[in-house]
Nanobody, 122 residues
Framework: QVQLVESGGGLVQPGGSLRLSCAVS????????VAWYRQGLGLGKERELV?????????HYADSVKGRFTISRDNFKNTVYLQMNSLKPEDTAVYYC??????????????WGQGTQVTVSS
């Protein structure tokens, strides 16, 4: 059983910062990749990739967050972070953590967190 517990969301003014955390636990042999996605409110809003980090350290950011957001990982704490600076109203969304992992029996799977709301508003 794998668990992802997200925290750090909330209400922030434009230009402010937040740091999201995703604590990973459970029966995981190794983590292949971690990522943050977000989904805004409203009809037609799809879940979009915000930031992605492979285990070898290759990182990809959506163009809309480059230079403002930073994904990182603390292997000792088994926690993934998303530092969000210079937040804009259009960053308002539910943010989801995703982990691609290898189980002890050799199966590659992925798992989603429950989501944390980020609201950027004055």
């Amino acid at each position: 059983q794998v668990q992802l517990v997200e925290s750090g969301g909330g209400l922030v003014q434009p230009g402010g910062s937040l740091r999201l955390s995703c604590a990973v636990s459970g029966s995981i042999f190794s983590i292949s990749a971690v990522a943050w996605y977000r989904q805004g409110l409203g009809l037609g809003k799809e879940r979009e990739l915000v930031a992605h980090m492979q285990s070898v350290g290759v990182i990809h950011y959506a163009d809309s967050v480059k230079g403002r957001f930073t994904i990182s990982r603390d292997n000792f704490k088994n926690t993934v972070y998303l530092q969000m600076n210079s937040l804009k109203p259009e960053d308002t969304a539910v943010y989801y953590c995703n982990v691609v992992y290898l189980s002890h029996d050799g199966e590659l799977s992925d798992y989603w967190g429950q989501g944390t709301q980020v609201t950027v508003s004055s």
